[in-house]
T-cell receptor, first 110, second 112 residues
Framework: QKEVEQDPGPLSVPEGAIVSLNCTYS??????FMWYRQYSRKGPELLMY????GNKEDGRFTAQVDKSSKYISLFIRDSQPSDSATYLC??????????FGKGTHLIIQP | DAEITQSPRHKITETGRQVTLACHQT?????MFWYRQDLGHGLRLIHY???????NKGEVSDGYSVSRSNTEDLPLTLESAASSQTSVYFC???????????FGSGTRLTVV
């Protein structure tokens, strides 16, 4: 079983819809959780960073962590065609490198 | 502006050749990382460094090596390139808080 599971999609939704992206993980030691956005042929860029359980909001984006269920989510409100990209969840427990999910390919239809 | 650059952007090499991919950052970050990204596997950690002369093996380090002689650079060397090493390679860096890694634009390597 992979440490981090993420549905690869593609996930296709109409413009303006609320998008929900999710990851599950098995290592209960993970404490730091991140979401990255990656456009085609580009490097990942950090969207959201959260520590431990709870919610964090930044503009149209909300990151949610439920450590008891080992489940993290990213919500995108009022989705735009420019949000079309691959979204990667990532997490770590100490000073080692991040462990990534495989990424979900998101398509926002105009 | 600070940045992290990778070179070359694309590389084609033959099986058995030694290949070095460059990574240079001007963020003055102590921590640097190399990942490879493959369809079906996502991003996997190859090697990482917490400072000059420090190197550590990641999840998929076999066949790769790194050295850190200064803060700015962490070159990745494939000792004897194999077709299984055809991939997109990303370099990343972070400061001591480890909050959010900054990634380069990647090097697409093809081993024929």
């Amino acid at each position: 079983q992979k440490e981090v599971e993420q549905d690869p999609g593609p996930l296709s939704v109409p413009e303006g819809a609320i998008v929900s992206l999710n990851c599950t993980y098995s290592n209960s030691a993970f404490q730091y959780f991140m979401w990255y956005r990656q456009y085609s042929r580009k490097g990942p860029e950090l969207l959201m960073y959260t520590y431990s359980s709870g919610n964090k909001e930044d503009g149209r984006f909300t990151a949610q962590v439920d450590k008891s269920s080992k489940y993290i989510s990213l919500f995108i409100r009022d989705s735009q065609p420019s949000d079309s990209a691959t979204y990667l969840c990532a997490m770590r427990w100490g000073a080692d490198g991040l462990t990534f999910g495989k990424g979900t390919h998101l398509i926002i239809q105009p | 502006d600070a940045e992290i650059t990778q070179s070359p952007r694309h590389k084609i090499t033959e099986t058995g050749r030694q290949v070095t991919l460059a990574c240079h950052q001007t963020w003055n970050h102590n921590n640097m990382f190399w990942y490879r990204q493959d369809l079906g596997h996502g991003l996997r950690l190859i090697h990482y460094s917490y400072g000059v002369h420090d190197t550590n093996k990641g999840e998929v380090s076999d066949g790769y090596s790194v050295s850190r002689s200064n803060t700015e650079d962490l070159p990745l060397t494939l000792e004897s390139a194999a077709s299984s090493q055809t991939s997109v390679y990303f370099c990343a860096s972070s400061d001591s808080t480890f909050y959010g890694y900054t990634f380069g634009s990647g090097t697409r390597l093809t081993v024929v």
